[in-house]
């Protein structure tokens, strides 16, 4: 069988479906055995070498390719495509012991021990000419072989090294800030040194911010910045050195795309893949992980330009083993996450791994092959999985269509949020904009959850829920959407500081003040089991504020207690037909629920039973409508065209048996 790819488009060979496969922790026999089980699964693409680099290279410079020899030629006669790592994100021993000097150094200046990953200072150039020598030598090796289709480079970077505080990434930070500000007048202005009398007189004298004490915001933020900035230099080298071996083979790396800040600044990342790639984890204590995966497809689907394909790199067939209690997937969940992601514009189905590890930090860790082998219900559900993704073959390379509401979220915004001393510490960001992207998702909306950069174009509703940190553009920008026609709703601890982490003066929320009409004068945060109730019935916990409604009509006042009769949620229209909505208290699920009913024009989608999730894929011809049946009970939806799994057609009503998924394919996009 023969690969093929062409300029940075992704190997058109159906949907990717497989794992991370470590055939360097099993015998040659069993390897026989992988391969059996894979063809049998249907499994068409496997992500290899990923930790294998010490096995590789057995020491300075020299290599032992005798293995991977023979597994790379295994996976080529057995029609098994591979996305071949570089294996940075494992440092042998010898490198390890040889250049102590590399180890990654935490806040309080300890050193990240070996014995576990990513122990490596991202600022090391040891370290970046070893990465860089490796990865040359498996492109020269592999990367012409034809069914080599893609390139992992590292493995989930920042992962373990997203700080290093070390001597030499503090001097690297120094040259970063240079760049940056150009004079310490720039950088004494914008961080406001002046504050407890820091003003720096010499760039020599900045360090990171080490310790745990409180540090000046400005200063965490800007190493958080210079932290994801330095990654992902260390990837756009290892990408370099790719290319200049196989220029035509797509470059990634994968993500971990999640509900709160992330560890580096990923969407500035994404423009830099060939195919954006996310890692997804559910967690046990999360009563909503359907959200959670709703979640994360749509920020990735807002992660490529113009809705393109993504790739679902890792996630797990049941249970991990790095939460407390490792809870297995129900009946059903891993087949219905897995759709769950296609049919938000991922191009396929990959997981953390292949077979269950024996031995290692990690042999409690689910797999497409478990423990007990292949007479086994989760096997089965794998094989069945990858049978469900032939037949979505032809949804490959459709685009998820235009979102309705896009919520903005931003990683700079999450860690100003987060880091040092504010008004409400125990208020997560990333909990704030998946509450809002819950209520949205309830209505079986159509959501985008997208960068404050990107362009607004074809929303209807923009939602702006706890923006901490907004420059200039994006406050000009999110008025000329609503001055447009558009609704804007700005939640509370929006709009709060510039992009220095100086707070916007004249009441909050700076940024938004003039198009919301409305402002507050003082934060009230609740404590802890503390409520409030408004004048329309609806009730919350959390946050209030003292706000004057200005030139905004108000929608609801606080009733009780001393912000009784005060102004909770306001409304501003405006000229063009937008209006401008401001949220200043912490409502709960149900008041977030009949907001958001009111802010959206009703569809189509509105008479789907409650609690199948509706999400549409398209290409030039076709439509794809994926049914995601969350509920305990059997559901029936209007539907014509062509049922894909059970290739069935659709004349009107479909059955979407309880916890199942259906896709139906119709013709021509009207
Ligand atoms: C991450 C890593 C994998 C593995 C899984 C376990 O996604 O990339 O190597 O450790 O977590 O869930």
């Excluded at 082998?373 to 094989?383: A, F, I, M, N, S």
């Excluded at 804007?488 to 916007?504: K, N």
């Excluded at 049946?629 to 014509?640: I, S």
């Amino acid at each position: 069988m023969t690969w093929s790819h062409t300029d940075n488009d992704w190997p058109t060979h159906g949907l990717s479906f497989g794992a991370d496969y470590n055939p360097e922790q099993w015998d040659k026999e069993v390897w026989k055995e992988d391969v059996r089980l894979m063809k049998q699964a249907g499994v068409n693409l496997v992500s290899l070498g990923i930790f294998s680099w010490g096995l590789v290279e057995v020491a300075d410079g020299e290599f032992d390719w005798d293995w991977m020899d023979e597994i790379v030629g295994l996976l080529a006669d057995s029609g098994i495509a591979i996305d071949l790592a570089t294996p940075t994100a494992a440092p042998p021993g010898w490198l390890l012991a040889a250049h102590p000097e590399i180890y990654p150094v935490d806040h309080d200046m300890q050193p990240h021990w070996p014995g576990a990953r990513l122990g490596w200072c991202p600022s090391s150039p040891v370290f970046r000419a070893y990465a860089l020598r490796i990865a040359r030598a498996l492109a020269e090796r592999y990367g012409h072989r034809d069914h080599v289709v893609m390139w992992h480079v590292s493995n989930e970077l920042g992962g373990g090294n997203g700080r290093c505080y070390c001597d030499t990434s503090a001097a690297a930070f120094r040259r970063w800030l240079q760049g940056e500000y150009e004079t310490l007048d720039a950088l004494n202005e914008a961080w406001g040194t002046a504050f407890w009398g820091h003003t720096y007189r010499d760039f020599a004298h900045i360090i990171p911010p080490r310790g745990n004490d409180s540090k000046n915001p400005s200063l965490v933020l800007d190493f958080d910045r210079f932290s994801s900035d330095e990654l992902l230099a260390h990837y756009l080298a290892e990408r370099e050195v790719l290319k200049s071996v196989t220029p035509e083979l797509p470059v990634t790396t994968n993500f971990m795309v999640g509900a709160e800040p992330d560890v580096v600044d990923y969407p500035r990342w994404a423009p830099h893949m060939d195919i954006v790639a996310n890692d997804h984890y559910t967690r046990s204590s999360d009563p909503l992980p359907e959200q959670d995966v709703a979640f994360s497809g749509d920020r990735m689907r807002a992660m490529t330009t113009q809705r393109r394909p993504w790739l679902l790199m890792e996630h797990s067939t049941s249970a991990v083993n790095w939460q407390p209690r490792n809870r297995a997937k129900a009946p059903g969940e891993l087949i219905r996450n897995s759709l769950s992601h296609v049919g938000h514009g991922s191009d396929g189905v990959l997981f953390f791994q292949w077979r269950a590890s024996r031995a290692g930090a990690e042999q409690f860790h689910s797999a497409m092959v478990p423990h007990a082998g292949e007479d086994t219900q989760l096997y089965r559900d794998v094989c069945t999985l990858g049978r469900h993704l032939r037949r979505l073959a032809p949804v490959m390379g459709s685009r998820t269509s235009q979102a309705r509401v896009g919520i903005l979220f931003d990683d700079e915004a999450g860690w100003a949020m987060t880091k040092g001393v504010k008004p409400n510490n125990h208020l997560a960001y990333g909990r704030l904009v998946r509450d809002w992207h819950h209520a949205f998702w309830r209505l079986n909306e159509s959501i985008e959850v997208l960068p404050p950069w990107s362009d607004f174009t074809g929303y209807e509703v923009l939602v702006v829920p706890g923006l901490f940190l907004t420059d200039d553009d994006t406050a000009t920008r999110v008025s000329a959407f609503a001055e447009a026609g558009g609704t804007v709703v700005v939640s509370f601890l929006s709009g709060i500081v510039d992009e220095h982490d100086r707070v916007r003066l004249g009441g909050y929320p700076g940024a938004f003040r003039d198009l919301l009409g409305a402002w507050c004068e003082e934060f009230r945060p609740l404590q802890e089991g503390e409520t409030f109730t408004l004048d329309n019935g609806w009730s919350g916990a959390e946050w209030t504020e003292l706000v004057r409604a200005g030139d905004a009509e108000v929608i609801a006042r606080y009733s009780g207690g001393h912000l009784s009769g005060r102004p909770a949620i306001t409304s501003r229209s405006l000229e063009g037909g937008g209006r401008a909505v401001y949220v200043s208290a912490g409502l709960d699920s149900d008041a977030l629920l009949a907001l958001t009913r009111s802010l959206v024009r009703p569809t189509g989608v509105a008479n789907v039973p409650s609690g199948v999730e509706v999400l549409v894929r398209r290409n030039d011809e076709e439509t794809f409508t994926f049914f995601v049946n969350h509920a305990g009970d059997d559901a029936v939806v209007t539907a014509r065209g062509r049922e894909m799994l059970t290739d069935e057609p659709v004349g009107g009503a479909l059955h979407i048996p309880a916890g199942e998924v259906r896709v139906v394919r119709s013709g021509a996009v009207s």
